[in-house]
């Protein structure tokens, strides 16, 4: 079977009813990037920090995937789908997709703030800064959320992923976010590229299809293409 090579980021989520980033209305309207998602705004104000994604994880436990993450999980019947995501959120696995390697941490998991970094489920929703909410061996928990400033340690497994492309998709990233945007160079030269996007966005790569809708129509208009 042929390998399909899927990068998301909010916009496939928004048609859910999750926020994007940078579109009008979005999160980093209301928020500071530097306040809520950089090391040194945990170090600041953890308590803004652990309500800012306390607030996300809420939100995401009343929300559901929708048409253009079901249709995604639909391709595995034709080809091997193998889904690198920028979003947090747990949508590409509620739909049932096989293979989703997240790129920026899970909202639904927290992570020790001691030398191992140990990673751990969320139960019930939330992180405060109180005992209970430390690991096993004492340190306070933090959302596994990449922040700017931080190493992307799942990067170079993406990497690899895109290398062994046969088509390559971008759904819904405005693709201003490094080094995420940069994994299309490493998509072989003469693979086909689909961009589904409602916005304007550049791509610096050769033989790209504009399909210049939502993540749902996009995703009926991607299948009329590759099936
Ligand atoms: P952005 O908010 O930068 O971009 C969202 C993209 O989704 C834009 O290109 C929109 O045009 C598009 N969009 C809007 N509605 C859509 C729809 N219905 N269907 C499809 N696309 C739609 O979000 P990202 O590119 O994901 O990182 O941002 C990248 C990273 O920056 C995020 O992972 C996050 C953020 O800061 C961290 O917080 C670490």
């Not at 340690?153 to 693709?175: C, L, N, Y």
């Not at 945007?181 to 998509?187: I, P, Q, R, S």
Request: glycine letters at 8%; hydrophobic letters at 40%.
């Amino acid at each position: 079977m042929k390998k399909l090579v899927i990068l998301t980021g909010a916009g496939m989520s928004a048609e859910s009813g999750v926020s994007t980033f940078r579109d009008a209305g979005g999160l980093w309207e209301n928020h500071r990037i530097e306040d809520v998602a950089t090391p040194e705004g945990f170090r600041k104000n953890p308590n803004l920090v652990l309500r800012f994604y306390n607030e996300r994880r809420k939100q995401l436990l009343t929300v559901k995937p929708n048409p253009g993450h079901l249709g995604l999980v639909e391709l595995e019947k034709n080809f091997e789908v193998q889904i690198i995501t920028q979003n947090v959120d747990n949508l590409h696995e509620q739909a049932g997709s096989s293979h989703v390697l997240h790129l920026h941490g899970e909202l639904m998991k927290s992570r020790s703030t001691g030398m191992g970094a140990e990673i751990y489920d969320i139960y019930p929703d939330k992180i405060e800064l109180k005992s209970g909410d430390k690991c096993p061996k004492g340190y306070q928990l933090r959302p596994h959320i990449v922040w700017f400033g931080e190493s992307v340690p799942e990067f170079e497994k993406a990497v690899k992923i895109a290398e062994q492309a046969d088509i390559f998709v971008i759904i819904g990233t405005s693709m201003l976010v490094y080094p995420a945007a940069g994994l299309v160079n490493y998509v072989p030269t003469g693979i086909p590229i689909y961009l589904i996007d409602p916005n304007d966005v550049s791509v610096y790569a050769k033989n790209v299809t504009l399909i210049k809708k939502g993540a749902s129509e996009g995703m009926e208009e991607l299948k009329r293409y590759i099936l």
